[in-house]
């Protein structure tokens, strides 16, 4: 069936608690409303809403586990590329009760370690095991994707914090941290274009391509948040070669890109070949 998304009714309902855990909350609260779709070989899958509710809820079991009691309300870095299991990791880990530094997947142990350092943060969940300081806890994406289900009396504790990272193309790279309020308002600028321009929000079902990276801020607040926040389905491409953005554009059938020029570019010079 399809779904339909009543923007003003889900922008109020944020306005009356300014919480991640109420953003969260708003955001699954259609559970059976597909959210995120993938190919695996030649087969198409597909998590709902309520999937990725109680898979944020079995990676926060976890990673309370792995981090420690002690260390909650304090800094944890994700560095993982996007991919399907990004929502229930950020996620995951605010409900543990760890703030969340968003980190490229590919620095350098050496980077890696002076962002935490930089960050105050306790530890990292990580694609790799890095070469850095051993009071870092390190956490493998791949050990937290086969989480088991959090146990019934398990009751998560919200975090309230994200730090982003820029780019340093400039200079060394720096730490901004939003508080869950300052979230909350970049969330609402999707009512700001759901009043401004119907084309690109008009709260009917869309189908959104995860193009850009999570830890960045455009990626993490645009693909990430308020894409969730205001019901599209997300698709999670294998890699990001002009084919593959191209065909997978085409299977399942994107309605809304939200990238660069480099990549218009790209596709551009893609099509005319045809």
């Given at each position: 069936m399809p779904y339909t998304t009543d923007i003003?009714?889900?922008?109020?309902?944020?306005?009356?608690?300014?919480?991640?855990?109420?953003?969260?909350?708003?955001?699954?609260?259609?559970?059976?409303?597909?959210?995120?779709?993938w190919l695996e070989g030649e087969q198409d899958r597909l998590y709902t809403y309520g999937d990725l509710r109680q898979k944020s809820l079995d990676y926060a079991a976890y990673l309370a586990q792995q981090l420690g009691e002690n260390n909650k309300g304090r800094f944890v870095a994700i560095q993982q590329e996007t991919c399907k299991e990004w929502f229930p990791?950020?996620?995951g880990l605010i409900m543990a009760g760890y703030n969340a530094l968003l980190l490229d997947a590919n620095l350098s142990d050496e980077m890696t370690g002076h962002m935490l350092k930089e960050a105050g943060a306790v530890g990292v969940i990580t694609h790799r095991k890095h070469l850095i300081d051993k009071g870092y806890?390190?956490?493998?994406?791949?050990?937290?994707?086969?989480?088991?289900?959090?146990?019934?009396?398990?009751?998560?504790?919200?975090?309230?914090?994200?730090?982003?990272?820029?780019?340093?193309?400039?200079?060394?790279?720096?730490?901004?941290?939003?508080?869950?309020?300052?979230?909350?308002?970049?969330?609402?600028?999707?009512?700001?274009?759901?009043?401004?321009?119907?084309?690109?929000?008009?709260?009917?079902?869309?189908?959104?391509?995860?193009?850009?990276?999570?830890?960045h801020i455009f990626g993490f607040m645009v693909n990430l948040l308020w894409s969730n926040f205001i019901g599209f389905e997300t698709v999670f491409i294998k890699d990001r070669a002009p084919e593959t953005i191209l065909g997978t554009s085409r299977r399942f059938k994107i309605t809304f890109l939200c990238a660069v020029p480099l990549l218009a570019n790209s596709l551009s010079v893609s099509l005319n070949k045809k």
């Amino acid at each position: 069936m399809p779904y339909t998304t009543d923007i003003m009714g889900r922008s109020n309902s944020l306005r009356q608690s300014m919480t991640l855990k109420n953003l969260f909350d708003i955001t699954c609260s259609q559970g059976e409303r597909p959210a995120s779709h993938w190919l695996e070989g030649e087969q198409d899958r597909l998590y709902t809403y309520g999937d990725l509710r109680q898979k944020s809820l079995d990676y926060a079991a976890y990673l309370a586990q792995q981090l420690g009691e002690n260390n909650k309300g304090r800094f944890v870095a994700i560095q993982q590329e996007t991919c399907k299991e990004w929502f229930p990791l950020f996620w995951g880990l605010i409900m543990a009760g760890y703030n969340a530094l968003l980190l490229d997947a590919n620095l350098s142990d050496e980077m890696t370690g002076h962002m935490l350092k930089e960050a105050g943060a306790v530890g990292v969940i990580t694609h790799r095991k890095h070469l850095i300081d051993k009071g870092y806890v390190q956490v493998l994406s791949e050990d937290l994707f086969k989480a088991p289900a959090a146990p019934a009396g398990f009751e998560p504790t919200f975090a309230d914090s994200v730090a982003l990272c820029t780019s340093g193309t400039t200079a060394t790279s720096r730490i901004f941290v939003y508080d869950e309020e300052a979230i909350c308002h970049q969330v609402l600028n999707s009512e700001l274009l759901y009043n401004a321009n119907r084309r690109i929000i008009s709260g009917e079902p869309e189908r959104s391509l995860a193009f850009l990276p999570f830890h960045h801020i455009f990626g993490f607040m645009v693909n990430l948040l308020w894409s969730n926040f205001i019901g599209f389905e997300t698709v999670f491409i294998k890699d990001r070669a002009p084919e593959t953005i191209l065909g997978t554009s085409r299977r399942f059938k994107i309605t809304f890109l939200c990238a660069v020029p480099l990549l218009a570019n790209s596709l551009s010079v893609s099509l005319n070949k045809k």
